[in-house]
């Protein structure tokens, strides 16, 4: 498939910068997209076409976090009018409203989805007990000395990653909310990825993206990329990665010796969020330009809208929206 053009998926309906994104599990309905935007629309799209389903309607400020569960049942989002909202994923329903103290940055979901994580520019993450809804958090965790920009679950949720502007990335133990472990960065930490089988955290700082053991939190490796990194995702068989930041354009890394492989430059802004797909077939960003863009990871190969008819031409529909047939 050499000297076949990447040409992304453009996927519209967003009027300010996207800010964060995150994929479902594989469902017997395919898999699911969610989109944040400081619009304050969150977006729920099919994931393999980009195909927009529904707009989560309730915020009253920015959202910053967004995410979706595994069986993409159930949404969640943090906001800049001091909340984290869940969703039904089905009808688009507001189901609770939890309500912070200050601007909601990072939300996540454990394994089974009963539990929600949160981070915010108070400096704390807070678990709840989705079960208990009406309940204060069952665990906070204290210990940043800035906003925290992103925060995750780890080791089967016995543990939690957190990154902050304090230019530290700290573990955490789930159940007491004590600290682990800290790692400290030159940069800002910008954002923070467990690959799929939970033994890599990769981390982007600066033009950094680091790789470190999900076990004993050593370094891996780093690479450097041309431009200020935002955010990176490795691929579930650990042979690629990829990564935006400011410079507008995406990069393909080889994971083992760090060699550029690609690099395209589609969005009109710079990139602020990247994430494989669940299959790996693709990876989605969204950008400062309003708009997500999903990219083949083999390009050429037919899935999805993108059809490769011949081997010296490949047609896309690049709008998100399904082709007509020829008559």
């Not at 053009?5 to 996207?18: D, E, I, K, Y």
């Not at 569960?69 to 989002?77: C, F, G, L, Q």
């Not at 679950?153 to 902050?164: E, G, L, N, P, W």
């Not at 083949?296 to 047609?315: A, I, N, S």
Request: net charge negative; aromatic share 10%.
């Amino acid at each position: 498939m050499s000297g076949l053009r990447q040409t992304p998926l453009t996927c519209s309906g967003h009027t300010r910068p996207v800010v964060q994104l995150a994929f479902s599990d594989i469902t017997p309905f395919g898999y699911f997209l969610i989109s944040a935007c400081k619009d304050g629309n969150p977006m729920l799209r099919q994931g393999d076409t980009g195909d927009w389903i529904g707009t989560f309607k309730g915020h009253k400020g920015a959202v910053w976090g967004a995410t979706i569960n595994r069986d993409a049942t159930r949404a969640a989002t943090g906001a800049a009018d001091f909340s984290a909202k869940i969703w039904d994923s089905l009808s688009g329903e507001e189901l609770h409203s939890f309500t912070h103290k200050h601007i909601v940055k990072s939300v996540d979901f454990d394994e089974d989805g009963t539990q929600l994580l949160t981070g915010s520019n108070e400096k704390l993450l807070r678990i709840f007990d989705l079960n208990q809804p009406e309940a204060d958090a069952k665990v906070t965790f204290s210990g940043h000395e800035h906003n925290i920009r992103a925060a995750i679950f780890a080791h089967f949720d016995k543990q939690i990653i957190s990154a902050s502007d304090d230019k530290t990335v700290r573990i955490w133990d789930a159940v007491s909310g004590s600290e682990i472990k800290k790692l400290e960065f030159p940069g800002i930490p910008s954002s923070l990825e467990l690959s799929k089988d939970g033994r890599v955290l990769v981390i982007t700082h600066g033009n950094c993206t680091s790789f470190w053991n999900a076990d004993r939190y050593e370094k891996i490796k780093d690479y450097i990329a041309p431009t200020q990194v935002n955010s990176a995702s490795l691929h579930e068989n650990k042979k690629v990665f990829v990564c935006g930041g400011e410079d507008f354009k995406m990069y393909k890394f080889d994971y083992e010796t760090g060699e550029e492989l690609e690099s395209f430059k589609g969005h009109f802004g710079p990139v602020h969020c990247v994430r494989f797909s669940p299959d790996g077939e693709l990876y989605a960003s969204g950008s400062e330009d309003g708009t997500l863009r999903l990219w083949q990871t083999t390009v050429g190969k037919t899935y999805g809208l993108w059809k490769c008819v011949m081997p010296d031409e490949c047609v896309n529909n690049t709008d998100s929206t399904p082709a007509k047939p020829e008559t």
